[in-house]
């Protein structure tokens, strides 16, 4: 499967997603699947989360507390939820605030494998 | 309720539950709950995520995605999930990796306005 299908997947399976983005920690996005016009405002949100996340990957470092896995955040507006894919991508799904946050959580964490495999 | 009384019973209702931190945005505890000795630990990490917390707040109001009101974060090792209290304060929650997170969230929400009641 192509980026582009395995993001399609997900977002497809997840009671209201938005969309999903292969991104790297340089801040440029490999690949997306974006509904409807939000394709904008979905990359803008995951180049603005890049440097949160390198911020939290360097505070995971400092306390030792492990391989950062998950990070996900919740607004009275909307989900996001961010999975490590590896060393250099990740992978961040954004849901409205009533979207399905568990199988967002769940799909997306079984995504990882299928992008490693394809990158 | 105390404060520490209501983080008591939020850590000790969860299963894998090791802490849970009152924390102010200005890096100073106001009160918290740990489980045996790893006080030390617990007070490291909230400190270390004020600044995180900090940085994702600046993202949130940058993207006009609505009003904060929780982050999680999980490692291979731990799990993490804050609540946002007032404009002041906010609450951590730490669990172990097998820890259970659906329950840690749904508590630590309804921790939120008696924690505020008591503020």
Redesign the interface.
């Given at each position: 499967m192509s980026f582009r299908e395995i993001l399609k997947k997900v977002v497809s399976d997840v009671d209201g997603a938005i969309g999903a983005v292969l991104m790297g920690y340089d801040g440029i996005s490999i690949d997306d699947f974006i509904q409807e016009d939000l394709s904008d405002?979905i990359q803008?949100?995951a180049v603005?989360?890049t440097?949160?996340i390198k911020?939290?990957r360097r505070?995971?470092e400092?306390?030792k507390?492990?391989?950062?896995?998950?990070?996900?955040?919740?607004?009275?507006?909307?989900r996001i939820v961010i999975r490590i894919v590896n060393e250099d991508f990740f992978v961040l799904l954004a849901l409205s605030?009533d979207g399905n946050f568990?199988k967002a959580r769940y799909l997306l964490k079984r995504s990882v494998p299928l992008l490693r495999e394809a990158l």
């Open positions: 405002d803008l949100l603005e989360y440097s949160i911020e939290v505070a995971v400092v306390l507390t492990g391989q950062m896995e998950e990070l996900s955040l919740a607004t009275d507006q909307s605030a568990g």
